[in-house]
Every structure is written in structure tokens, then in C-alpha cells.
């Protein structure tokens, strides 16, 4: 195993990626995709069982861009192959894309079951 890829290498993975997903879902995506080389803990996160964030959306002033975190993947999945790293990263992906089109439907469901996973996170260390 080669290790995990660099961040140039997750980035291109990126690329592809959001060629793969319809135009219509970068409407109002001013700031597209960011990736952030730092890892960042969850504000919840319990010390002994580390929640990372992998991603999130974000909306501003100056508008709306959706955050990968590529110190947080490194960290979660180390010793993996490229190929489960890739499927993590389209998985995340979607996630906050399901994140930035329900904000423009002015839905939340998503929402509510990110705060149900993090309950039971919360719940099961305890």
C-alpha cells in the first residue's frame, strides 16, 4: 500500500468526482468545493472517541461552498485503499451537496438525521 494520497492527489479525485454530478446541483454554489488540508473534530466530539468532521456546507454573506477536510480523511481512513478513499470522498460529497440543495428547497430532513447520528454518537459513549 502506498499510503494515503497527498492532498494533490484527493483534490484531482475531487475533480473527477464533481464531473460526475449533475450541473444543476453547483446552482448557487458561488464558492464550489474547498478542500482544506486540516482535520477538524466535530464541536461535540468525546476526547476518547473522536468525531471528525469530513465535510460540511457552509453559507456566508459572500456565499455558499461546500468544506472537505483532508486531514480528517487521513486521519479516519489511514490505511485504505484509493479506491474506498474515493468512494468516502463521492459519499461526503453528495452528502453536502443533499446539505446545499435543501437549503435551497428551504428543507431541512438532512439536518435532522445528521442530529440523529450525532445523538447516538453522544448516546453510545455514555
Avoid at 473527477?16 to 450541473?23: C, G, R, T
Avoid at 466535530?42 to 456565499?63: A, C, D, F, Q
Avoid at 461526503?92 to 445528521?114: N, P, Q, R, V, W
Amino acid at each position: 500500500m502506498a499510503g494515503f494520497p497527498s492532498i494533490e492527489e484527493v483534490n484531482d479525485i475531487l475533480d473527477e468526482i464533481s464531473l460526475e454530478i449533475p450541473k444543476e446541483f453547483f446552482k448557487d454554489l458561488n464558492e464550489g468545493i474547498v478542500l482544506l488540508p486540516e482535520f477538524k473534530f466535530h464541536k461535540m466530539n468525546k476526547k476518547e472517541y473522536p468525531l471528525y468532521v469530513l465535510g460540511e456546507y457552509h453559507r456566508s454573506i459572500t456565499g455558499r461552498h461546500i468544506r472537505i477536510y483532508y486531514g480528517s480523511f487521513e486521519k479516519v481512513y489511514p490505511n485504505c485503499t484509493n479506491e474506498f478513499i474515493r468512494d468516502k470522498l463521492k459519499e461526503t460529497l453528495l452528502h453536502e451537496f443533499t446539505h446545499h440543495l435543501e437549503s435551497l428547497a428551504g428543507e431541512s430532513d438532512l439536518e435532522k438525521e445528521d442530529k440523529d447520528q450525532l445523538r447516538k454518537y453522544l448516546n453510545r459513549w455514555e
